[in-house]
């Protein structure tokens, strides 16, 4: 593999990215097929149960009037072969008469892992695999962890002002957000990928979210609230919409115990309760996230307040951070400092693969958690 061949897997990679948001819990793959040093064809699997990015390269290249034969595939993630929503990929290649596929990592999943190489190689097909892995891995971060260990992958996500504030003192007839509209519609692109969105019941107390990704392109991601006391309200509008999204209220046994008529109720509504004891009178975070990796979810997404957030952090269950820090110095008008929860943190924690991007005058930092 050469230079030629990065700089085409790059690009595979880059377009594999417009995936994210529509295609999960399937990996964001991107596909390009070059042939005589010129880009032909190019797909990516663009939503769930679609055409694969390999099928959807091939067919551009005919809509091109290109013949693919001969050509060199770059594909961000190991063909599938199995037969699925769709059918298998290494059959669409082969019957494209692809001569060289050039792979960045290999599919994890148990249906795979290497099997669909294999089956192009028996075919005649020359197949070389590890280019730009490492950035293949973090494109699809969610899906590798879940495949391989069956656990969520944790995002926290927080909006602040510079000084370290989540909300206003007061928010008025109309609420008053710290981050600008940018951020917000990308906060949403967030909340399509995750496969649960999670708070605390002080954030439903305070703001009675509806915890939906907007516009939701037909994503239901479980909405999750952390409740060890069960103090959820029947009017909140999270258990006045159950068929908008699953509601999942995490509490204690306890709690159950002490409020069985608010519990019925709560039930009533569409609700599902489940009891998360642990050692502490808080509910426990790792027996949540395995129940939810049990049910398939990939990807949380946390947008509690300090006190949650800091848990998820004080515990090593987060894997990944976004904040948007909006260019406003609240002081007293600001309410709900991150610092204070923060400072509990028994040791620092630094940010790997930091990536800054700027929403008009806000600015969004992302990175996967490390130790330092």
Request: net charge positive; glycine share 10%.
């Amino acid at each position: 593999m050469n230079e030629q061949d990065a700089k085409f897997m790059l690009s595979a990679l880059k377009l594999a990215e417009k995936g994210i948001g529509s295609v999960e819990p399937n990996p964001a793959v991107g596909c390009l097929i070059v042939k005589a040093g010129q880009l032909v064809g190019k797909g990516y699997h663009k939503k769930f149960g679609g055409p694969h990015a390999e099928v959807n390269a091939i067919e551009d290249c005919r809509n091109l009037s290109v013949k693919p034969e001969g050509a060199t595939m770059y594909v961000t993630l190991e063909p599938c072969c199995h037969h699925g929503k769709t059918g298998p990929c290494t059959e669409a290649i082969l019957a494209a008469q692809i001569a060289r596929v050039v792979v960045a990592v290999l599919d994890p999943s148990p249906h795979a892992g290497g099997k669909g190489v294999e089956r192009l190689r028996q075919a005649g097909v020359e197949v070389e695999v590890g280019l730009c892995e490492d950035q293949a891995r973090r494109l699809n971060a969610p899906f590798f962890k879940h495949v391989t260990t069956g656990r969520c992958w944790v995002v926290l996500k927080w909006a602040q002002s510079l000084d370290g504030k989540l909300a206003y003192t007061q928010q008025g007839p109309e609420r008053r957000w710290i981050s600008n509209e940018l951020s917000r519609k990308d906060a949403h692109r967030l909340r399509r990928r995750a496969g649960a969105i999670l708070v605390g019941v002080n954030t439903v107390l305070a703001d009675d979210p509806m915890l939906t990704p907007r516009p939701s392109k037909g994503k239901k991601p479980v909405r999750v609230v952390l409740d060890s006391t069960l103090r959820i309200p029947l009017k909140s509008r999270l258990l006045r919409t159950p068929k908008a999204s699953p509601v999942l209220v995490c509490t204690r046994r306890s709690a159950l115990d002490a409020n069985p008529r608010h519990a019925e109720r709560i039930a009533k509504r569409g609700a599902e309760l489940l009891a998360c004891d642990g050692s502490s009178e808080a509910c426990d975070l790792h027996s949540l996230l395995d129940e939810l990796g049990r049910r398939g979810v990939q990807q949380v997404l946390v947008e509690g307040g300090p006190k949650v957030l800091a848990s998820f952090l004080r515990q090593g269950l987060a894997d990944e951070v976004c904040v948007y820090v909006a260019p406003k110095i609240l002081g007293a008008q600001g309410a709900v400092e991150i610092a204070e929860p923060m400072a509990s943190l028994a040791a620092a924690v630094g940010l790997d693969h930091v990536q800054i991007k700027a929403f008009a005058e806000d600015v969004r930092i992302t990175g996967y958690l490390t130790g330092e």
